[in-house]
């Protein structure tokens, strides 16, 4: 009833343009907390206030998950013979904020430049797009979308493309036609009745390559393509800063493989076996790589003596597909800032114990104290099992919660 209502409300897309028009002309408020009207008729994502006001910053222990479990994801990876990069697309607001409404101050701390300051310490192979696009002279995002614009996404993709150091066309030299032809994804929601296209530029080339399935357009979950001329094989995870950075990549590469997807199925890099795999993610997402765990079998380590205590850690196991998905939040008083945290998993029937590394996850009511492990159904003891879980702070490892499972 409320679809047919929704959908048979006269004038309802008039009146929600009007009052648009009124609210943030006028008033100078929000109609909807999904967009912000800004300054010389600029829009901005509204979810990427917070990251503009610097409101939520992540911890540094939550900064200590993240950056293990972005090792945890490379380490996979590289076991299966592929390489990882990583690049974060920056919010709007991030590279042209001056446009935003005067009474949203702009914080002074920001998780991307905390999170790209710790990434220089590591051996990832970060694209740092914040940089790459704070460089230019042009404005390379859309003013009524949240995403860059066609330039913008060739400057990505001639990045990504160098990283790789693959021979590629720069479109540098090549003409293009600009024309009124993109419609914001920010104007539809605040102005559905009055749209103004913008302008976007479009290279005049002819492409090689070609969608393995048909596919309605680049926003789709899943995508493959192939182009005979070329050799490299790419598996990207990526959002919707990924819709014009499709085509652009796929003309240069052998196969491409293109997941929106969430949580990132891992199990993939093993299925399609590419050179590289690019994780892509926007900036107010960066808490979601402690968020959601992608799928993969967990990493084996050497097993660890640990003394039994009694706590309030958690477990949980459910099956998930093909997987034991084994979570819970570990007590916070054995919590720190670098506490490790293992999964012992020992075959009741022969005493065998194998010990997994799990992902390291935010939680609600915690400062990210939470796990969480895949593990295949093959690999789980046929005759039952007993799990603990292992914290180690400063060398000194504890177990903080046992739980038995049967056959």
């Not at 090689?208 to 680049?218: F, H, P, Q, T």
């Not at 795999?277 to 900036?283: D, F, G, L, S």
């Not at 159904?377 to 177990?399: D, F, H, K, L, W």
Request: aromatic share 12%.
């Amino acid at each position: 009833m409320s679809a047919y209502f929704e959908d048979h409300f006269s004038f309802r897309q008039e009146m929600v343009t009007a009052n648009a028009f009124i609210r943030s002309g006028l008033l100078k408020s929000e109609t909807t907390d999904q967009v912000i009207a800004g300054k010389d008729e600029w829009l901005y994502f509204g979810g990427e206030l917070s990251d503009f006001q610097g409101d939520e910053m992540l911890s540094e222990r939550e900064f200590y998950n993240i950056l293990h479990n972005l090792n945890l994801i490379k380490s996979y990876i590289e076991k299966q013979g592929s390489r990882m990069i990583l690049t974060i697309a920056p919010n709007k607001s991030t590279l042209y904020g001056e446009n935003m409404p005067y009474y949203y101050a702009e914080g002074e701390n920001s998780n991307l430049e905390k999170l790209t300051t710790l990434l220089e310490e590591t051996d990832i192979t970060y694209v740092d797009l914040y940089k790459l696009f704070s460089e230019q002279e042009d404005i390379l995002y859309f003013e009524k979308d949240s995403h860059w614009n066609t330039k913008g996404a060739v400057l990505v993709y001639n990045a990504l493309m160098e990283e790789m150091g693959l021979e590629h066309e720069t479109y540098e030299t090549l003409s293009y036609t600009t024309e009124k032809n993109h419609i914001g994804d920010l104007e539809e929601i605040l102005y559905p009745m009055d749209i103004e296209k913008e302008d976007d530029i479009s290279y005049e080339k002819e492409f090689s390559y070609e969608y393995v399935e048909e596919i309605a357009d680049n926003m789709e979950a899943w995508i493959e393509t192939i182009n005979s001329k070329k050799e490299t094989k790419v598996l990207m995870y990526r959002d919707s800063f990924g819709e014009k950075l499709v085509p652009l990549l796929a003309e240069e590469i052998g196969e491409g493989y293109f997941s929106r997807l969430v949580p990132y199925n891992l199990a993939q890099v093993g299925q399609y076996q590419p050179d590289y795999v690019i994780i892509e993610r926007v900036e107010r997402k960066i808490a979601a790589f402690a968020t959601e765990a992608p799928v993969m079998e967990g990493s084996v380590v050497e097993n660890i003596d640990a003394a039994e205590i009694e706590t309030n850690t958690t477990i949980e196991v459910n099956m998930n597909g093909s997987y034991l998905m084994i979570k819970g939040n570990v007590d916070e008083a054995y919590i720190n800032t670098n506490t490790e945290v293992y999964i012992a998993v020992e075959d009741i029937e022969n005493g065998v114990t194998k010990t997994y590394q799990p992902f390291y996850m935010l939680t609600e009511a915690g400062d990210g104290n939470g796990y969480q492990l895949y593990l295949s159904s093959a690999s789980m003891p046929e005759g039952g099992c007993q799990m603990r879980v292992i914290t180690i702070n400063n060398e000194q490892a504890y177990t903080v919660a046992v739980m038995s499972m049967e056959e």
